[in-house]
């Protein structure tokens, strides 16, 4: 039987593929190849071209490759973008969850590990999110994530579908060196385009309630994420007991200004980072304990910040 991955060609999705394969589980990616990489897929492992928005697609695919589940990757992923292109925010992620979740009760696929996110939180009126802090997102991106762990909790309620939604933020690292995080928007690879450019990295905002003026984060590393979504698939699959939604968190995070120290320790280039003026939908922090995947779902922070940037300053300088 096999796992399907949306967006398994994408940065994260691909690191999900290579743990599926680790694992001894049969993987197949489904992506349109809007952000993701064809050549991010690993030789041998099936490749549907198309969009979660297809959904006779999704629903000949699941047959023809004898889908046991879904882990669901694929999305439009940019907080700060998504305040400006909110309708296409909600067409990527609750529309096309919508239709994805549509072919599976249609091919009777009854499993699912969904790709939520810390965003669904907003600024937290506390240190440390649990699973039980409230939802306010701040974002259509944050409120499109929360919609689709709704979605999924409707179809458990309505046809008994198996469901877990992992919440987490700032993905960083590689895991597999042909396997980097190419995001227009993300962190990691601006600062390391800028570096490799001439140019010098910026920061945005350097006026938060923070200790040092930056956001502060959980900053994880993709190859422990992609640990915890086999973990999830793995349970689901057995019939074991699992919690609706599990936080992805490192328990204390790290700010936009340490990471900027970091990359220059690592990269051994020197630099001042320029203040840029904040993203719109950006929290001053989100930290978020990981104890109950820790207890379920093999989580743990197994990388360093430095090894998080090593592992990512290797992988885009070897590109």
Known sequence: MTWMVTGGAGYIGAHVVR?????????????????????????????????????????????????????????????????????????????????????MSDAGVTRIVFSSSAAVYGTPDTDLVTEATPKSPESPYGESKLIGEWLLADQGRANGLAHTSLRYFNVVGSGSPEVYDTSPHNLFPLVFD????????????????????????????????????????????????????????????????????????????????????????????????GELAARDLDWAMRHSLTEMVQSAWQARRDA
């Open 19 to 103: 743990a599926l394969g680790e694992a001894g589980l049969d993987p197949i990616v489904l992506d349109d190849l809007s952000s993701g990489h064809h050549e991010f897929v690993p030789e041998g492992v099936p490749f549907v071209r198309g969009s979660i928005l297809d959904g006779e697609l999704l629903e000949r695919t699941f047959g023809e490759h004898e889908v046991e589940g879904v882990i669901h990757v694929a999305g439009f992923k940019y907080a700060g973008v998504s305040v400006q292109r909110p309708l296409h925010t909600y067409a990527q992620n609750v529309t096309g969850t919508a239709v994805l979740l549509a072919a």
């Open 194 to 289: 800028a570096l490799l450019d001439g140019r010098t990295p910026r920061i945005n905002g350097d006026d938060y309630p923070t200790p040092d003026g930056t956001c502060v984060r959980d900053y994880i590393h993709v190859a422990d994420l992609a640990v915890s979504h086999v973990a999830a698939a793995r349970r689901l699959a057995a019939g074991e007991p699992i919690e609706p939604v599990y936080n992805l968190g490192s328990g204390d995070g790290v700010s936009v200004g340490e990471i900027m120290r970091t990359v220059a320790a690592v990269t051994g280039i020197g630099f001042a980072p320029e203040i840029a003026p904040r993203r719109p939908g950006d929290p001053a922090r989100i930290v978020a304990s």
